[in-house]
């Protein structure tokens, strides 16, 4: 995983470059013009919201339940990045509502669980911040129950008749509106995923630190 | 359990190091004073030793059994702390605060045992006047009831002769030395070195977190305390 | 399993006795509560009229506000002499302690309920007497999620110093589907044509919530309780 870590940098950094004349190349989508737009960035930053909830969830009860100290690393570094994209989700969500609705803000389902779970990573990071020793159990605890409100996001928009485009929406999308997404998709999935490796190892490391000074009178 | 046993226990908290490479085995019988200064790491050792704080690294084992999985309320079940801070409900009478713990720790015959620990602390006509309305002493006679209900075969004790006047401290003392002929483990942490003295079987100096010496024989203690914590 | 319920039962009549002594819990916390209303009021009367359909979103407002002060409060009590540590010493079921604490929470919320609700019901002009059932029922199943998280998160802050100010930060967003689905399911009952299929929706979802909630805590409290 960790050798990827610069080529996907690298890779992600060169396509989210092109990624703006190939998003410029798709054609206006009929009623929402250019701001439908801002859906290729948005999109990925979204499901990638909710993909490091997850693997903060399962990273918190590995190291919770089955005493893998390593876990936290990967913890931390997801809840990080999932206020980063969070942040991302929030902004650009908007930006298109304005248009689309004609309010920035609806409180629907959907958009008030991303809105809780951007919450709920905060308080994890505020809570890994200021708890003090001993934060990190108490921090896995509460990934564990952040990780629920996922599945009840995605659900939601199918379940309530809501404002909000339904899921279905995308592998329905025509090849000329496909392309871009998915290639943004797969640049924000690189970038995810080397910067969940950077900020775990960083962690890591720091743990080894740590472990190297606390060892370093000991038998 | 005739015989504990820690190897090697150390506790960080961050870079913190309360406690570091500690070692020592003791048999029932004894008595085991953990003396040093404030900071040493008393507290932390006794909380380990109780497994309410787990090491970093190390391990404690209680004859043949170790905190794991599964074991922890079966050990549990055989130790009695008393901690600083006594462990008792303000709120509650003597007799509630006994009763109460009683029924936790599935002690049988709930009403006689806590009758008779009333008996033992000498506050069977204060059973139920408040806690909070008792003197330091009273409290920790009942404190100290409170954690021998079950029948402990190993006994924490953090200060127990804090704020004790001498006929106090020499009951508690009696009541100690009764435990230990009845082939009770004590382990006590204390600063208060003219009790400590001829009352140990053993004595462990801690200094920052480490083991900086012991000793099997309790007299002339405040001497060889002062120059192994000075030193 | 009977040791459980004879530990969890133990931890109740235990807090019981104490409040029941003190009354201090239930009497800040019912005053607080009704300050949490008193300050809505001022925020949403116009002209000497509260408009409609309110009343369910500030009940669960100050049952949640109120709900945080007494846990807060109960965990603060075992804290005090450090007696939290005599509980987990003890050799039951961590979780039986849990489950104790919880219901002690809850009997503690469910007293204050009973003044606070006609209380709202009165000032708001909530048919709380038209559907009893439904409204106690989603009131319960409200309190119980709510609790559950909250004694959980209450029992693992007691070590950490800024324990009243991160307690509030970590319970609510977390408990967001619980206050939805009792301020959604409470709406639906108080609204000038009560819609029974729906609050029956929300209370079913509800009680799904707090199956999750409650399984998750046991589960946890071990884990997260050991140093």
């Given at each position: ?28 989508e ?28 399962i ?85 564990l ?16 008749r809501?404002?909000h ?23 924000f ?31 | ?31 085991v ?28 084992t ?17 130790i009695?702390?008393l ?30 045992t ?21 003197s ?23 200060e ?72 | ?37 008193l300050?809505?009021s ?60 919880l ?82 399911g ?37 884990p997260?309780m050991?140093?």
């Amino acid at each position: 995983m960790r050798k990827l870590t610069t080529p996907f940098i690298g890779l992600s950094a060169g396509m989210l470059f092109v990624a703006p004349w190939l998003i410029n190349m798709a054609p206006f989508e009929s009623t929402m013009g250019l701001v439908q737009k801002i859906f290729y960035f948005h999109f990925p930053a979204a499901i990638l919201f909710l993909v490091s909830a997850i693997v903060c969830g399962i990273a918190s009860i590995r190291f919770l339940f089955f005493k893998k100290a390593s876990a936290d690393a990967w913890a931390i570094a997801s809840a990080e990045l999932g206020l980063l994209f969070g942040a991302l989700t929030l902004v650009t969500g908007p930006l298109w509502a304005r248009k689309a609705w004609g309010v920035w803000w609806v409180w629907d389902p959907r958009l008030t669980m991303s809105l809780v779970l951007f919450l709920i990573f905060a308080a994890y990071t505020i809570l890994r911040k200021f708890g003090g020793p001993g934060s990190d159990k108490l921090a896995a605890g509460m990934a564990l129950f952040g990780m629920l409100n996922v599945p009840f996001i995605y659900v939601s928009v199918n379940i309530w008749r809501t404002l909000h485009p339904m899921t279905s929406v995308v592998p329905t999308l025509p090849t000329e509106f496909g392309i871009p997404l998915w290639f943004c998709f797969a640049a924000f999935t690189m970038l995810f995923i080397a910067l969940l490796n950077l900020r775990a190892t960083l962690a890591l490391q720091q743990a080894r630190i740590e472990a190297l000074y606390l060892d370093e009178d000991e038998a | 359990m005739n015989h504990l046993s820690v190897v090697d226990v150390a506790r960080y908290y961050g870079r913190r190091k309360a406690l570091s490479q500690i070692s020592f085995t003791c048999d029932a019988g004894e008595i085991v004073g953990l003396l040093g200064p404030n900071g040493a790491g008393k507290s932390t050792l006794l909380s380990i030793l109780a497994t309410i704080v787990t090491p970093s690294r190390g391990q404690v084992t209680y004859g043949d059994r170790a905190p794991g999985e599964s074991g922890g309320a079966a050990i549990r079940a055989t130790i009695g702390m008393l901690g600083h801070d006594l462990f008792l409900y303000p709120e509650l009478t003597a007799r509630e605060n006994l009763t109460f713990f009683a029924h936790l720790y599935g002690v049988a015959d709930v009403a006689g045992t806590v009758s008779s620990a009333l008996a033992q602390a000498n506050l069977s006509d204060r059973a139920d006047d408040y806690v909070s309305s008792f003197s330091r002493g009273m409290r920790q006679r009942v404190a100290l009831e409170r954690a021998l209900l079950h029948g402990p075969q190993l006994i924490l004790l953090d200060e127990p002769f804090t704020g004790l006047d001498q006929t106090s401290t020499a009951a508690l003392v009696a009541r100690l030395r009764e435990r230990q002929q009845a082939g009770c483990l004590i382990v006590l942490a204390t600063h208060d070195l003219d009790v400590a003295e001829g009352l140990l079987s053993r004595a462990i100096y801690l200094k920052e977190g480490r083991i900086v010496g012991s000793d099997t024989d309790s007299r002339g203690l405040v001497d060889r305390y002062r120059r192994t914590i000075r030193s | 399993m009977s040791g459980f319920f004879r530990v969890a039962w133990q931890v109740v009549r235990k807090d019981m006795t104490v409040e029941v002594r003190s009354k201090e819990i239930v009497l800040t916390t019912l005053l607080f509560a009704v300050s949490v209303v008193l300050i809505f009021s001022f925020a949403i009367v116009r002209e000497g009229r509260a408009p409609d359909d309110v009343a369910a979103g500030i009940l669960w407002v100050a049952i949640s506000f109120a709900g945080t002060l007494a846990m807060g409060r109960t965990f603060e009590r075992e804290r005090y002499n450090d007696t939290l540590r005599a509980l987990l010493l003890a050799p039951a079921d961590r979780p039986a302690i849990y489950a104790g604490k919880l219901l002690g929470l809850l009997l503690l919320l469910g007293l204050v309920e009973i003044i606070l609700v006609p209380l709202v019901a009165l000032l708001f002009n909530a048919p709380i007497l038209a559907f009893p059932g439904k409204l106690i029922t989603l009131l319960i199943a409200g309190t119980l999620g709510f609790a559950a998280v909250g004694t959980l998160f209450a029992a693992m802050l007691v070590r950490v110093r800024s324990r009243d100010t991160l307690l509030p930060v970590l319970l609510y967003p977390i408990t967001v589907p619980v206050m939805i689905c009792g301020v959604r399911g409470t709406a639906a009952l108080f609204q000038a044509t009560p819609d029974e299929p729906l609050a029956r929706l929300w209370i079913a979802i509800l009680i799904a919530w707090d199956v999750i909630f409650v399984t998750l805590s046991l589960w946890t409290f071990e884990p997260v309780m050991t140093e």
